[in-house]
Each structure stands twice: as C-alpha cells, then as structure tokens.
C-alpha cells in the first residue's frame, strides 16, 4: 500500500517531537492521528497545521498508561478511518530523581505510561493493525549512557527496547514490522525542563556534532522506517542521536 493511503496513530503528538512526527507523516500523505492525554488546544493546534497544508488529522484524547483509553484510542480511530497502519508509541514522561529521592508513586507513574502504554498499545496493534503495517517504539540513548538521576526513566526505556526485540518474531507473520528508536538530547520541552543553561551546553560537547538534536531530526528517521525501503529492518534500536554513544 502506498504511504499516502496509511493512517497513523502518533501518541504524545500534541507537542516536541511527537508534533514533528505528525506534521511530516500527514505532509507524505498519511492521515493522522494526533493523540494527547490533558491539553487539547495544543493538539487542535498540530491537527489545524496539518488541515492548513492539505493534510487530514484529528485529535483523539488518550491516557496511554490506562488499558481502557489505549483501547479507546484504537477504536475511534478505526471508526473515523476503518485501518491502522503506523502506530509511533512516543508518549512519555522523563524525571530526574536520584533513587534516594524515588517514591513508589514516581516509579509506578513511570513504568505506566513509558511500559504499560506502549506494551498495551502493541497489543492493540497486534489486533487490529492492517497486514504488513508499521511500529516505532521510543528508548533513549541515555539508556546506555549511565547518567546519574535517570535510573527510572533509563530503566523504562531499557524494557521498550527488550520487549521490542521479544514482538518482532510475533507481529513478523503478518509483515508487520516493529522498531525502536533511541533519541539523544533533543531540544524539547520535556527535555530541557528544569536544566540550567549549563548542564544543557555539557550536553551539546557530548556528541560529535556540538549541538542539541531537533525534533526533525528523529522525525526524519521515522519517515524512512514507515516508508516501505526499510522492511528487512525489525526488532532492532536504532540510536538517532548524533554519535552521542
């Protein structure tokens, strides 16, 4: 199937990179699914950029670290536009905290909706995805780069990646592919919230090419693995991050 018959489902699209991801699949021609969990006039507003150039989108509310509205999510989906082809599993949430200042709370809130949202959104996708359809999951390189107050958050993305590799073989069947992609440091809100200008330049000097990455930069990567030149490619982490390690 071409690309500009494809529906997508982005999860956390309403802002950063998941809005990038959006924009660029609905410019190729794939509608779009623009999902949030809380603020709608942000979303409205990637669903009126998208309209504004020709493209389809709209905005479903979705709490992905609740069963119930993942499988919502799905549902109003396949009754606006009958199929799902692309799902990008980008909602998640990244805290800080060194492990003597974690709470359960902290942890379970982590684990739910970085883990519980995307393993349910597999599954979701294991049943109503269309045959030879498209899954990203989102890790990060900070996973393997053994930065002190990101024990939580590295530890999520650590079991995406594992349970990535664990689907290939089951969604493989149904020439449904599934990958993972490992952001480095990337000029959004949620990572640039709460960092000195400091602690955000030493960030800069850790890859090779001095700066922070874009969201375009991952969305970039994303166009090409939902593209159809990339099928030999699944239960692979691909580290987009610009030789941060």
Known sequence: MSINE????VTGASRGIGQQIAVQLAQSGVKVVVNYS???TKADEVV???EQSGGEAIAIRADVSKVSEVEALFSETLERFGRVDIL???AGIMEGRAIADVTEEDFDRN????????????????????EGGTIINFSTSVAGAMLPTYSIYAATKGAVEQLTRQLAKEFGPRNIVINCIAPGQVAT????NGKSEELVDSYRRMNAFGRLGEPEDIANV?????????????????RVNGGFN
Do not use: P
């Open 88 to 90: 990008i599993n980008n």
């Open 189 to 192: 809100d949620l990572f640039l």
């Open 38 to 40: 809380s603020n709608a």
């Open 48 to 50: 009126k950029t998208i």
């Open 111 to 130: 684990f739910a909706v970085n883990v519980k949202g995307t393993y349910f959104a597999c599954q979701q996708a294991m049943q109503h995805m269309a």
């Open 6 to 9: 494809q529906v997508a489902i």
């Open 222 to 238: 994303i166009e090409l693995l939902v593209s159809g030149k990339a099928r030999w490619i699944t239960g692979q982490t691909i």
